[in-house]
């Protein structure tokens, strides 16, 4: 499952960086331009093959066009990107040194992005 606003969104995105317009990119996968401006307003849902055409078309890899767009829905209340499980079931693997190492990294990191914040709102 996708979120078709998200993906939408993205084609969208990368057709105009390619400088393609919707009906060329519609010429390209055999589709209507009107299919392709639903896509891109997250009206119309293609299957996975006519989304690898379309990523084919912009030069862009499928993953290109899902990332952040992918949702699995769990216990039917809350859902999370393809992503977002991955890393649940990668963090569950680690032992206590792993983890305590990672969380360590992150309160390091989660440090420097505060103070990268600081000196960008001391600038304003």
């Known amino acids: 499952m996708y979120d078709a606003i998200t993906l939408g969104k993205k084609v969208n995105h990368f057709r105009k960086q390619k400088k ?4 060329d990119l519609a010429n390209m996968i055999h589709t ?33 066009l ?3 767009s992918l949702t699995i829905y769990q ?30 990294f992150l309160e390091y990191y989660q440090d420097c992005k505060l103070q990268h914040i600081k000196k960008n709102e001391e600038r304003k």
């Not at 393609?20 to 009906?23: C, L, P, R, W, Y």
């Not at 891109?40 to 078309?57: Q, T």
């Not at 963090?91 to 969380?103: G, Y």
């Open 20 to 23: 393609v317009t919707q009906k």
């Open 32 to 64: 209507s331009q009107s299919n392709i401006s639903s896509l891109e307003h997250g009206k119309n849902k293609f299957n996975i093959k006519k989304l690898s055409e379309i990523a084919a078309a912009l030069d862009v890899t499928l993953d290109d």
């Open 66 to 68: 899902l990332e952040d």
């Open 75 to 104: 216990n039917n209340k809350k859902n999370s990107t393809f992503y977002d499980v991955e890393l649940k079931n990668l963090i569950n693997s680690f032992d206590d040194h792993q983890l305590l190492k990672t969380l360590h």
